[in-house]
């Protein structure tokens, strides 16, 4: 089955430093990749949409400039945290469609994201 | 915008049935179900296209009521393995290729 790979799976960052979250889909190409925030008990929020090759998406509300989407390649997207603060800690997953708009989503495994 | 599901929690022994539903506001391309345990990622169950279809996997059932624009989840005779959050996803018309997740709803199964 189609597996995407998320890494790293927890991170502990100081404020004001930036993180880097990475999605690969392994058995794939994926060119397109959403990115999901999740806060604890809530559901699960789309932030963004990242193309291979073109510039994110981002939905209304999202700071592009502090959320940086890369599609380097049809089996990496990546989401950089810039200038972290502690309410962006979160739990942050990708997904990725295998198929076409017939088959659903798999999603990685999430990044817990904590900043102190 | 985002689906309405319901019920928010629901509690269950091993063995007894359940249904969450899922209703959107808006005329929907497809629905998806998805189980989360706590502290992993989604897992997708199942979808369900513009149609009205039905379908299942082992005792975990679906239906999309497309004119209605709603869908429900029903779980049949459910194991300790259901426990988790269910959440389902809308694809709208014109599909946009974006999913709008609902609340979630709880399930938790006791022996």
């Known amino acids: 089955g189609a597996v995407v790979s998320q890494h790293p799976s927890w991170v502990i960052c100081k404020s004001g430093t930036s993180v880097k979250i990475e999605c690969r889909s392994l058995?794939?190409?994926?060119?397109?990749m959403f990115w999901y925030r999740q806060f604890p008990k809530q559901s699960l929020m789309l932030m963004a949409t990242?193309?291979?090759?073109?510039?994110?998406?981002?939905e209304q509300g999202v700071e592009k400039d502090k959320f940086l989407i890369n599609h380097a390649s049809l089996t990496l997207s990546t989401l950089t945290v810039t200038s972290a603060h502690p309410e962006d800690s979160s739990f942050y997953i990708c997904?990725?469609?295998?198929?076409?708009?017939?088959?659903?989503?798999?999603f990685g495994s999430g990044t817990r994201l904590t900043v102190v | 915008q985002q689906p309405v599901q319901s019920p928010q929690a629901v509690i269950l022994r091993e063995g007894e049935d359940a249904v969450i539903n899922c209703s959107s506001s808006?005329?929907?391309?497809?629905v998806h179900w998805y189980r989360q345990k706590h502290g992993e990622a989604p897992v997708f169950l199942m979808i369900l296209l513009k149609g009205g279809e039905q379908k299942g996997h082992d005792k975990i059932s679906a239906s999309f009521n497309e004119k209605k624009q709603q869908s429900s989840l029903y779980l049949t005779a459910s194991q300790l393995s259901y426990s988790g959050t269910y959440f389902c996803g809308t694809e709208g018309i014109p599909n946009d290729y974006k999913l709008s997740f609902g609340a979630g709803t709880t399930v938790t199964v006791r022996a």
């Open positions: 990242s193309n291979e090759g073109s510039k994110a998406t981002y």
């Open positions: 058995d794939f190409q994926a060119t397109t």
């Open positions: 808006k005329a929907l391309y497809s």
């Open positions: 997904s990725a469609r295998f198929g076409g708009a017939n088959y659903g989503y798999t």
